[in-house]
């Protein structure tokens, strides 16, 4: 009786096949990450943004100014805003450019305005604001308010919108 003998396959099928499967795989991974966003999906996201009040994309900080020095839990501006209204007016000249005026409260129970550190953080800057108005047209300007540590200040970011 003979013996059967064992199927045996060349070298080269075996490394072939290797091969293709590595290029697959390739292939794969290339058409995984390639993400080009199809129109509907960036519909929805314009539509996410819009409906939570955000813009179509981030602008760009172009210069900053700011306005430090605030008793605790005070208003009152502790500068003569003069200066920081001329710098306004020299960076808004360019009708591309928008202003960012952002009041901070420190957070400590000092720092408070009607319970709220961050009411009182708004207030500042539209303190500022009023102050520094006169040289700004009120649809590039946009407030906004934060806490942080040891901040009372209002800080003042031209950005670039085309």
């Given at each position: 009786m003979r013996a059967a003998l064992p199927l045996s396959r060349p070298l080269w099928l075996i490394t072939l096949a290797d091969l293709s499967l590595l290029l697959v795989g390739f292939f794969v991974f290339l058409q995984a990450t390639a993400h080009k966003p199809r129109p509907e999906q960036e519909a929805i996201r314009a539509g996410?943004?819009?409906?939570?009040?955000?813009?179509?994309?981030?602008?760009l900080a172009v210069d900053a100014n700011a306005i430090?020095?605030?008793?605790?839990?005070?208003?009152?501006?502790?500068?003569?805003?003069?200066?920081?209204a001329a710098w306004a007016?020299?960076?808004?000249?360019d009708p591309r450019t928008r202003l960012i005026v952002t009041g901070y409260a420190d957070g400590s129970p000092a720092d408070r305005a009607n319970g709220s550190a961050l009411a009182l953080a708004g207030l500042r800057a539209e303190a500022v604001a009023?102050?520094?108005?006169?040289?700004?047209?009120?649809?590039?300007l946009r407030l906004g308010a934060a806490i942080a540590p040891g901040a009372r200040r209002v800080m003042l970011s031209v950005s670039y919108d085309p």
């Open positions: 996410i943004r819009e409906a939570f009040g955000g813009v179509g994309r981030m602008p430090a020095g605030f008793a605790s839990g005070s208003t009152a501006l502790p500068a003569d805003t003069a200066a920081v007016r020299d960076a808004l000249s009023a102050a520094i108005g006169g040289a700004i047209p009120p649809d590039r």
